[in-house]
């Protein structure tokens, strides 16, 4: 009866990982995280994350690399996003690798370049507001200070007194 139950067991921890898996990248450290919040059992968290492993489920790799590239995508700054890996559990080498790809691919200027130019499309360039919008946008967005100021003023040029 123990054996039965055990498989039981076994079953409901797989689907309740596959059904969290479902919704998002994860890394197999949230995946632990979630399971044990659920209180299964270390022995239980280690056969479900071995078995999402092996089924190709979780790939820390992988899901860093993906995460990096959506993140770069929406603008975010390499350090913001090294940041928010690691918050999501993913090892050292894999979000080094993440972002080494990443990288190769657009640096921070041209991130930063798009966010700059997506606004100036949604907005008024020429108010005051839209300028401290963008920066807020960028800062929120790990941007360096420095090149957050190069660029704005590149497209907004000097900042007046009467801005503020």
Known sequence: MSSLRRLA???RWLRLAQRYLRFGTRSAAELR???????????????????????GLIDDRAGAKLL???????GYAAAAI???????GFHDHAIDDAL??????????QRAR??????LRRSSASTPRCRTAVASRLARRGFDPELIDHLLLEAFGPRRPDDE
Not at 114 to 119: C, D, G, I, L, M
């Open 9 to 11: 067991d076994r079953d």
């Open 33 to 55: 995280t979630y399971l044990t919040g659920r209180h299964a059992s270390e022995s239980a968290v280690a056969r479900i994350l071995k078995a999402c492993i092996q089924a």
């Open 68 to 74: 990096a590239q959506a993140l770069g995508d929406r």
């Open 82 to 88: 090294r940041a928010t890996l690691r918050d999501r």
């Open 100 to 109: 080494n790809a990443m990288q190769a691919r657009a640096s921070d200027e």
């Open 114 to 119: 798009t966010v700059v130019a997506q606004a």
